[in-house]
């Protein structure tokens, strides 16, 4: 069963490709939902799909991609209607 959950990630992930390889992953495991950058430096994941990729998907956001930096990763779950994409913004 799909759920959702929010994930917030903070390091050096803003200017580094992060969102854009986050929604790379994202697709290859067939998670919907959105990478966006926050105001205090972090970016904000919102990921939906079954509970195996979803916590496939935190342990990648645990390291990000080559270049970035992530110090802590929260996450949360949400209750959220399903996108059928995953964007960037």
């Given at each position: 069963?799909?759920?959702?959950?929010?994930?917030?990630?903070?390091?050096?992930?803003?200017?580094?490709?992060?969102?854009?390889?986050?929604?790379?992953?994202?697709?290859?495991?067939?998670?919907?939902?959105?990478?966006?950058?926050?105001?205090?430096?972090?970016?904000?994941?919102?990921?939906?799909?079954?509970?195996?990729?979803?916590?496939?998907?935190?342990?990648w956001?645990e390291?990000?991609?080559?270049?970035?930096?992530?110090?802590?990763?929260?996450?949360?779950?949400?209750?959220?209607?399903?996108?059928?994409?995953?964007?960037?913004?």
């Open positions: 069963m799909k759920q959702c959950m929010r994930y917030l990630v903070s390091g050096r992930v803003q200017g580094v490709f992060f969102r854009v390889s986050a929604r790379s992953e994202a697709m290859r495991r067939g998670i919907t939902g959105h990478a966006i950058n926050l105001s205090d430096g972090r970016v904000e994941v919102l990921a939906c799909g079954e509970p195996d990729a979803l916590e496939a998907m935190k342990i956001l390291h990000g991609p080559p270049g970035g930096r992530v110090d802590r990763v929260e996450s949360h779950p949400v209750s959220a209607d399903i996108p059928d994409s995953f964007s960037v913004g």
